[in-house]
């Protein structure tokens, strides 16, 4: 069953601690879940592996945990926006595990599913490969890639009735309902906990993966890169 908290803080109390696994929902900064991230931060947990597409951004999202130098290894698709983190990649003081977007969602998909492992070709013929089984269908070559099952996945949802089923929000929607399957422990906050049963037609997360909900913070939207035009008057 679903428990509903009332702070991140305290959903993450008895759960979070030193060397485990966290996948993390969000891209960019489109559907992090912030104030758990915050949380981990606050809890001082250390030597921790994140699973996540990205590492955010200097001073937001997972970017500080990369601050507090809580993460030894990352297993991502995309960190260019961090400065830090690629300090800390070049110092030799985190781990990097270079996964391509869609090989990143599938492994996530496929550990929430308890599928062990899968053949891709994309990889093939790159470092991406370098260590991996590779085999052979159809004469094309494939690669062996793991399903990524995390101690404790954290995630970011739109709303959420009590009982832990989930929707998301346009772009928010991302890599969290991938997440949300994979972890041992499925920890989500979300915008709106409404008391009624979410319409079964429109639920993406089944509450049956969901461990721990709490109500976010409401906060303004957070926008990595804006690329608009400056406003010109009318008929110009």
């Known amino acids: 069953m ?12 008895d759960v979070i601690g030193d060397g485990m696994t966290i996948a993390v929902g969000g891209f960019g900064l489109s559907g992090n879940p912030f104030d758990l991230i915050e949380a ?3 809890s001082g947990a250390s030597d921790l592996t994140i699973v996540s597409n990205n590492m955010g951004i200097d001073g937001k999202g997972l970017g500080l945990l990369l601050e507090n130098h809580q993460v030894t290894k990352v297993l991502a698709s995309y960190v260019g926006e961090n400065r830090l983190f690629a300090q800390q990649f070049l ?12 090989t ?10 308890g599928i062990a492992g899968f053949y891709t070709k994309t990889g ?10 590779l085999h052979e269908f159809d004469g094309h070559t494939y690669l062996l890639e793991r399903g990524i099952v995390a101690d404790v996945a954290l995630v970011h ?17 991302n890599f969290n309902p991938n997440v949300a399957t994979a972890g041992r422990v499925t920890i989500v906050e979300a915008e709106q906990v409404v008391d009624e049963a979410l319409d079964p037609n429109i639920i993406v997360t089944p509450g049956i993966f969901v461990q721990r909900l709490v109500q976010a913070t409401a906060r303004d939207k957070e926008i990595e890169q ?7 008057a009318a008929g110009v």
């Open 91 to 102: 110092s030799g003081e985190l781990e990097v595990e270079f996964v391509p977007q869609g």
């Open 226 to 232: 804006r690329t608009v035009r400056p406003r010109t």
């Open 157 to 173: 949802a739109y709303r959420a009735d009590r009982s832990g089923n989930l929707i998301y929000r346009h772009s928010a929607r």
């Open 40 to 42: 981990v931060r606050d």
């Open 104 to 113: 990143l969602a599938e492994r996530l998909r496929a550990g929430g599913a």
């Open 2 to 13: 679903t428990q509903v908290y009332s702070s991140a803080a305290d959903a993450l109390r």
């Open 124 to 133: 093939v013929g790159t470092p991406v490969a370098d260590g991996k089984e």
